[in-house]
């Protein structure tokens, strides 16, 4: 069974930084992107960021461009977000996503509450 799980939120003050993780099990890992959405209060989900499996390629929303990093420890089955110069504007849950054999895989999401 796949599992997606997230950690690392919390509370911080506008400038300040937090790194997310999710740790997978239930698939081969490295044969797979995974990605990390958000979604705040009143919006739609939206996409992040999201690492290739083979050859680590990014890509990132324009939002958040410059400020976060993705990456991942194929080793240990875990995908990172790395937000420096966290804004207001991304107080979200964030959701780790994996697209595994045709079906939508989701974590719990952490929240991430960033304060002015």
């Known amino acids: 069974e796949v599992h997606l799980v997230e950690s690392g939120g919390g509370l911080v003050q506008a400038g300040g930084s937090l790194r997310l993780s999710c740790a997978t099990s239930g698939f081969t890992f490295d044969d797979y992107a995974i990605g990390w959405f958000r979604q705040a209060p009143g919006k739609e989900r939206e996409g992040v960021s999201c690492?290739?499996?083979?050859?680590?390629?990014?890509v990132y929303s324009d939002s958040v461009k410059g400020r976060f990093t993705i990456s991942r420890d194929d080793a240990k089955n875990t995908v990172y977000l790395q937000m420096n110069s966290l804004k207001p504007e991304d107080t979200a849950v964030y959701y780790c996503?994996?697209?595994?054999?045709?079906?939508?895989?989701w974590g719990q999401g952490t929240q991430v509450t960033v304060s002015s």
């Open positions: 690492i290739s499996s083979t050859d680590d390629k990014t």
């Open positions: 996503y994996a697209l595994i054999r045709v079906l939508d895989h």
